[in-house]
């Protein structure tokens, strides 16, 4: 009788380290970050951090102390996550985690590698370089964030959030710093830690012989009572995974996506009533096109029903001249002087979709959601004896609806199309992809987007659109 207690026991004492230590520990990582990016999404695209402040202004001066802490940060962050690998006791008991110094390595080596192999495919030019600042002109990826995250997510996947929650809030920290001293677009910071990012989830594994603390409840014939119980080295890790049960479809996904967007039209009126139509299209185009990147969080709450949370910020900026006098913005540009111009949008959506027939080859999706996006423009003279913007906050329901075939096992084909069509304001998002399945967590996309966006306000008419194939990597848990 007391075998078969402490056998039951024993199973109970399994089911508590397996959630301690599988789907548990996934979900808490997963909504630390996702909190951490939330707050990240606030506070870059609140007005405060606008085209006219040190976020993005054509004029403005960055603050160097801010610049240097990022810096610092850059090389800090990776070389403390290689660093504390000597420092945190290993299976054997020495002070040495050996697979985590090798997880590193792997980790923010492909990081470092892939940000540099971007930057000379891209050769995208730094926001900076148009007002004649001698900064490096590759901007795409950023490479200090990319650092900075790479590093932060092997704290954090490795040692827990005590240390990872500190070292993300670092590297947001210099992401925003390379924002504000104009040496990156935002969706070069998207880049960047999308790949830091990726990586780690790749290469890098929870430490899993530290000690796992469990409280069971315990019946035997005396009465009953808790048991507490420390489980060990390799042993324990080894009965933990053999107890996990990985579901079959996944919970969550995070997808990366990027690519070269053409510039196809870019008409701007302001103000709407009196202000002189003009298109950016007919400027220079020296980041035409330009590399923009996306990152999208799925939530699949069953087979049918799914959550999507999609953040795409897309600037521009160019130079050239108008042929004919321009009024914007209150101000008047004379023509055949030489101009500088910077655009953004940056669009946050959030949406719902269900899956008709998820057991069939074919997959049929429809849904709604919304829409909040914030446009901004400036002109300004080369020499900048002037210069004037506008901006425009708008929240828009939008529908979605999609269509596909499963060719293989791990190849689809979709279509896929996201928007609305009001009188003062329209949103066309349609795309045609390919999608290859890569084992049960990885996915790859590759895709062509039509991107049109319509704005009609008293302050602003502006008539957008993009021409956009990409690649997307996606990992799924």
């Given at each position: 009788?007391?075998?078969?207690?402490?056998?039951?026991?024993?199973?109970?004492?399994?089911?508590?380290?397996?959630?301690?230590?599988?789907?548990?520990?996934?979900?808490?990582?997963?909504?630390?970050?996702?909190?951490?990016?939330?707050?990240?999404?606030?506070?870059?695209?609140?007005?405060?951090?606008?085209?006219?402040?040190?976020?993005?202004?054509?004029?403005?001066?960055?603050?160097?102390?801010?610049?240097?802490?990022?810096?610092?940060?850059?090389?800090?962050?990776?070389?403390?996550?290689?660093?504390?690998?000597?420092?945190?006791?290993?299976?054997?008991?020495?002070?040495?985690?050996?697979?985590?110094?090798?997880?590193?390595?792997?980790?923010?080596?492909?990081?470092?590698?892939?940000?540099?192999?971007?930057?000379?495919?891209?050769?995208?030019?730094?926001?900076?370089?148009?007002?004649?600042?001698?900064?490096?002109?590759?901007?795409?990826?950023?490479?200090?964030?990319?650092?900075?995250?790479?590093?932060?997510?092997?704290?954090?996947?490795?040692?827990?959030?005590?240390?990872?929650?500190?070292?993300?809030?670092a590297a947001l920290f210099t992401a925003y710093s390379r924002v504000q001293a104009s040496a990156?677009?935002?969706?070069?910071?998207?880049?960047g830690a999308a790949i830091g990012l990726m990586y780690n989830w790749l290469w890098v594994?929870?430490?899993?012989?530290?000690?796992?603390?469990?409280?069971?409840?315990?019946?035997?014939?005396?009465?009953?009572?808790?048991?507490?119980?420390?489980?060990?080295?390799?042993?324990?890790?080894?009965?933990?995974?053999?107890?996990?049960?990985?579901?079959?479809?996944?919970?969550?996904?995070?997808?990366?996506?990027?690519?070269?967007?053409?510039?196809?039209?870019?008409?701007?009126?302001?103000?709407?009533?009196?202000?002189?139509?003009?298109?950016?299209?007919?400027?220079?185009?020296?980041?035409?096109?330009?590399?923009?990147?996306?990152?999208?969080?799925?939530?699949?709450?069953?087979?049918?029903?799914?959550?999507?949370?999609?953040?795409?910020?897309?600037?521009?900026?160019?130079?050239?001249?108008?042929?004919?006098?321009?009024?914007?913005?209150?101000?008047?540009?004379?023509?055949?002087?030489?101009?500088?111009?910077?655009?953004?949008?940056?669009?946050?959506?959030?949406?719902?979709?269900?899956?008709?027939?998820?057991?069939?080859?074919?997959?049929?999706?429809?849904?709604?959601?919304?829409?909040?996006?914030?446009?901004?423009?400036?002109?300004?003279?080369?020499?900048?004896?002037?210069?004037?913007?506008?901006?425009?906050?708008?929240?828009?329901?939008?529908?979605?609806?999609?269509?596909?075939?499963?060719?293989?096992?791990?190849?689809?084909?979709?279509?896929?199309?996201?928007?609305?069509?009001?009188?003062?304001?329209?949103?066309?998002?349609?795309?045609?992809?390919?999608?290859?399945?890569?084992?049960?967590?990885?996915?790859?996309?590759?895709?062509?987007?039509?991107?049109?966006?319509?704005?009609?306000?008293?302050?602003?008419?502006?008539?957008?659109?993009?021409?956009?194939?990409?690649?997307?990597?996606?990992?799924?848990?």
């Amino acid at each position: 009788m007391v075998s078969n207690k402490l056998i039951e026991f024993k199973q109970q004492i399994g089911r508590c380290k397996m959630y301690q230590t599988g789907v548990y520990q996934k979900i808490r990582y997963f909504w630390v970050r996702l909190i951490i990016i939330a707050i990240a999404s606030a506070f870059f695209v609140s007005p405060q951090y606008g085209i006219n402040s040190a976020y993005a202004g054509l004029q403005e001066t960055p603050d160097e102390d801010i610049t240097k802490v990022g810096d610092f940060f850059q090389w800090f962050l990776p070389a403390a996550a290689f660093g504390s690998t000597f420092f945190v006791r290993g299976p054997d008991g020495k002070m040495w985690d050996k697979e985590g110094t090798w997880q590193s390595l792997k980790s923010i080596g492909s990081t470092v590698i892939t940000t540099q192999a971007l930057k000379e495919i891209t050769e995208k030019i730094r926001p900076r370089s148009f007002t004649g600042s001698t900064v490096s002109a590759i901007s795409f990826p950023s490479g200090h964030t990319s650092a900075a995250f790479s590093g932060a997510a092997f704290i954090n996947t490795r040692y827990g959030p005590w240390w990872g929650v500190p070292s993300y809030a670092a590297a947001l920290f210099t992401a925003y710093s390379r924002v504000q001293a104009s040496a990156h677009f935002l969706d070069d910071f998207t880049a960047g830690a999308a790949i830091g990012l990726m990586y780690n989830w790749l290469w890098v594994t929870p430490q899993s012989w530290s000690g796992k603390f469990a409280i069971a409840p315990i019946a035997l014939d005396e009465g009953t009572g808790l048991q507490v119980t420390m489980a060990m080295g390799d042993d324990a890790k080894k009965d933990a995974d053999a107890q996990k049960i990985k579901p079959k479809d996944p919970r969550f996904r995070f997808n990366f996506g990027f690519g070269p967007a053409y510039l196809e039209k870019n008409e701007i009126t302001s103000p709407t009533s009196g202000g002189t139509t003009f298109d950016l299209y007919d400027f220079d185009r020296i980041n035409d096109p330009t590399t923009t990147a996306g990152i999208e969080f799925d939530i699949f709450l069953n087979k049918h029903n799914e959550l999507s949370f999609f953040w795409l910020p897309l600037e521009t900026r160019d130079t050239g001249q108008f042929s004919n006098d321009v009024f914007f913005a209150g101000q008047t540009f004379p023509a055949n002087t030489d101009m500088v111009s910077a655009w953004q949008q940056n669009e946050i959506r959030a949406r719902y979709r269900y899956n008709i027939i998820p057991e069939s080859n074919w997959q049929i999706k429809l849904g709604a959601g919304l829409m909040v996006q914030y446009t901004e423009i400036e002109l300004a003279t080369a020499n900048f004896s002037q210069l004037a913007g506008v901006d425009d906050w708008v929240a828009l329901p939008i529908l979605n609806g999609s269509i596909g075939y499963k060719i293989t096992p791990w190849l689809t084909f979709s279509v896929d199309a996201e928007g609305i069509y009001l009188s003062d304001d329209a949103m066309i998002d349609a795309i045609a992809a390919f999608n290859f399945k890569i084992g049960h967590s990885w996915d790859i996309t590759l895709g062509y987007e039509y991107y049109a966006r319509d704005i009609e306000t008293s302050d602003l008419t502006n008539h957008v659109i993009y021409n956009v194939p990409y690649l997307a990597v996606a990992h799924s848990w």
